[in-house]
């Protein structure tokens, strides 16, 4: 029997083919924040109360949602179900097709998309947590060391973690700069560790101190053990931010902003800002830059969102491609309509 394609599907029964694929969002969104009410769900995805309350009332039904006084859950058939459902969703939404183009436009072969948009909507960002963590669980092994940056988007990744087998060593991959401590690579780094059941060291050094400063504190025991573990990382996960908000969040000076604005920074990741081709344009003194040098075959992970860091992520892949890549809907079309924008030196 010949295969059915969905755009097959969505001419001969386009209503039902909807039905189907907003089900399968409720589910998939229910999974990622239940306990869940209705009208926060509603709200999450954009749809009316009453949506929301028809398509519950027929996964219910079906055994595959349950309710309780704090809100919907999955029940355990609609967790069995939850892998074909995602499939599902990428199927009918075409993220299967802007997933292979990334791949083959970018040459990366072990690449996600997600679906959404964070600049619009910030729940984003937990799929792409859950969708980073699944590239890390297909890593991670026995007396491996994880190193992680900080930022919103790891610290969803952290969160989405589960337990790991054997004994993992987490620390991070930068000193700590700006105002939330949370979203700290410390913090980030902490609570990663807590989540897949490791151990950790902790940095407590900020960045932004000059190459003598942070020389010496190199030198100090306990950065000095943290930082022989930065250089035998295993798995090397971070994000990637636009070269302006990096700047302004590192306190940079105005003369040095315009400088960077000036040859063309448009990205940055661990310390160094780079142009639309991947060159360096500018290294922050930090010990980021030690990351992975002892160890052979290391691998990184990089995820980001949001449509507005297109430039800086496809900067980010021509500076150093990672061995994996996840991204949003927004930012992945969006970096299509970059990609053949400048050729890398």
Not at 212 to 228: E, F, N, Q, Y
Not at 294 to 308: D, E, L, T, W, Y
Not at 316 to 343: F, K, S, Y
């Amino acid at each position: 029997m010949q295969d059915i394609t969905w755009a097959t599907l969505k001419r001969i029964a386009a209503s039902q083919v909807e039905e189907i694929y907003q089900r399968a969002q409720l589910m998939e969104r229910i999974h990622a924040i239940g306990p869940v009410g209705r009208r926060t769900l509603a709200a999450s995805m954009q749809l009316s109360e009453r949506e929301v309350r028809a398509a519950a009332e027929a996964l219910k039904e079906e055994g595959l949602i349950v309710l309780n006084t704090t809100g919907m859950l999955l029940s355990e058939d609609g967790l069995k179900l939850l892998p074909e459902v995602r499939a599902l969703c990428r199927n009918i939404s075409g993220l299967f097709d802007l997933e292979s183009q990334l791949k083959e436009k970018l040459n990366i072969s072990r690449l996600s998309v997600v679906p959404g948009n964070a600049d619009e909507d910030r729940m984003v960002l937990l799929d792409l947590g859950r969708a980073t963590a699944q590239f890390l669980h297909q890593v991670v092994k026995d007396n491996m060391i994880i190193a992680v940056s900080g930022g919103s988007t790891m610290s969803e990744v952290a969160r989405a973690m589960t337990p790991v087998p054997g004994a993992v060593m987490v620390v991070p991959a930068r000193g700590g700069f700006g105002r939330m401590a949370q979203m700290q690579a410390d913090a980030v780094a902490s609570e990663l560790a807590q989540h897949i059941g490791g151990d950790y060291r902790l940095m407590h050094l900020p960045e932004g101190m000059d190459s003598d400063t942070l020389s010496k504190a190199a030198k100090l025991p306990g950065v000095r053990a943290t930082l022989a573990l930065m250089r035998n990382a295993d798995v090397i996960l971070y994000g990637v931010g636009r070269a302006d908000d990096m700047a302004q969040r590192r306190g940079f000076s105005l003369s040095l902003r315009r400088q960077l604005l000036r040859e063309g920074a448009v990205g940055e990741a661990l310390g160094d800002f780079f142009d639309l081709s991947g060159n360096v344009i500018h290294q922050s003194p930090s010990l980021s830059s030690e990351l992975g040098t002892g160890k052979h075959g290391s691998v990184s992970i990089m995820a980001a969102a949001g449509q507005r860091k297109a430039e800086a992520v496809l900067a980010a892949v021509r500076w150093h491609p990672p061995w994996a890549l996840v991204v949003d809907e927004g930012l992945g079309l969006a970096i299509l309509d970059l990609i053949d924008t400048v050729t890398p030196n």
